[in-house]
């Protein structure tokens, strides 16, 4: 009998908020270009006061990636936590509206609210986004009902959970019940930094409890600590049964025990490249879920990051399916 989620995703519930600006006013108000950055309660305030046409959007990294699959006709679920407030209300309706299951309804009370992440997008299609979590961070084991996450084919997590203990306990009982019925687990490292805070963690959660791990070949290296990119995959690769690598504008690189493909990526010049990741992340796993060749999976893990980068905002906007159709990929 097959499971009621082929995928169900925890992580950081987090309202986009995007506008579009240049340089200088990236300098005027002190943001670093390209990067997440946490910011406090405050500093959310002035820069959404700051922003100009503002366009909002459900996000979040693992979010993302659960959308895409979505958008690919999988049965999904999302496990996060948002304020009952007006964004709230918002992200659990969008996601509930896109075909995923928002499982956990909004929480009513409590000091902190919905989590957003201011993102500034500059002419090049750069994107720096400064995060004020709020509620999504509280994600804890009391979050994840064992019936949503045994009734599901594969979890996925984001490694920014990992910045609280009660994320990282939700994910670990998370995949303990998933893996109890059969089902596979894997997770994304998120961005270096996340990597840097966290690599002991990383480390033994990647040996001991995963089938597989997505991250660029910035956060491998950091999780490894090595000189060259091989030298952390090949690492990588002896912890965990499956490891893929993307690479900028190089070909992804994906190793499962003895086998080694690369995907190639056709480099365009992106509008806005929020979400570029989370949206490889989704095409890979359609592929991994639907049991395809290491290859065709970081096919489609790229034409669907190519999409998203395409245009504006997170999520797609056209039909994945048909996208892969008129590649060959299925």
């Known amino acids: 009998m097959s499971k009621k989620y082929q995928v169900v995703g925890i992580g950081n519930a987090v309202v986009d908020v995007l506008s579009q600006n240049d340089d200088s006013f990236l300098d005027h108000m002190g943001i670093t270009k390209g990067i997440m950055q946490l910011i406090e309660r405050e500093r959310a305030e002035t820069l959404y006061a700051a922003m100009k046409d503002r366009v909002q959007a459900p996000g979040g990294s693992c979010a993302n990636t659960i959308a895409g699959l979505g958008n690919l006709g999988m049965r999904t679920g ?58 999504s961070a509280d994600v804890s084991p009391q979050d994840v009902a064992e019936e949503v ?6 979890i996925f997590l984001e490694g920014y959970l990992y910045d609280k203990p009660d994320g990282k306990a939700a994910f670990e009982q998370a995949a303990a019940f998933c893996r109890s019925t059969g089902g596979r687990t894997g997770i994304t490292l998120s961005d270096p930094f996340c990597v840097d805070r966290h690599r002991d963690d990383f480390r033994k959660l990647v040996k001991g409890h995963l089938d597989f791990v997505i991250g660029n070949e910035h956060e491998l290296q950091s999780l490894y600590q090595t000189g060259t990119l ?6 990588a690769a002896q912890d965990c049964p499956m490891v893929v690598c993307t690479r900028s504008g190089d070909p992804v690189v994906i190793l499962r025990g003895e086998e080694r493909a690369e ?28 049991d395809a060749s290491l290859e065709t999976c970081g096919r489609m ?27 060959g990929l299925i």
Request: net charge negative; proline share 6%.
């Open 263 to 290: 995907a190639p990526v056709q480099r365009i010049t992106p509008v806005d490249a929020t979400g570029a990741g989370d949206l490889f992340a989704a095409g890979f796993l359609f592929g991994y879920a639907h």
């Open 301 to 327: 893990g790229n034409v669907a990051a190519a999409e998203i980068i395409s245009h504006f905002g997170a999520r797609p906007e056209t039909d994945l399916k048909t996208l892969f159709k008129s590649e």
């Open 230 to 235: 091989d030298e952390a995959l090949a690492q």
């Open 78 to 135: 999302f496990i996060g936590r948002v304020k009952d407030d007006a964004l709230g209300r918002f992200y659990a309706d969008a996601m509930q509206t896109s075909g995923t299951d928002f499982v956990n309804p909004p929480v009513a009370g409590g000091d902190l609210p919905t989590s957003r992440s201011m993102i500034f997008v500059t002419p090049d299609g750069e994107r720096s986004m400064n995060t004020y979590l709020g509620i």
């Open 149 to 154: 996450a045994s009734d599901a084919d594969i």
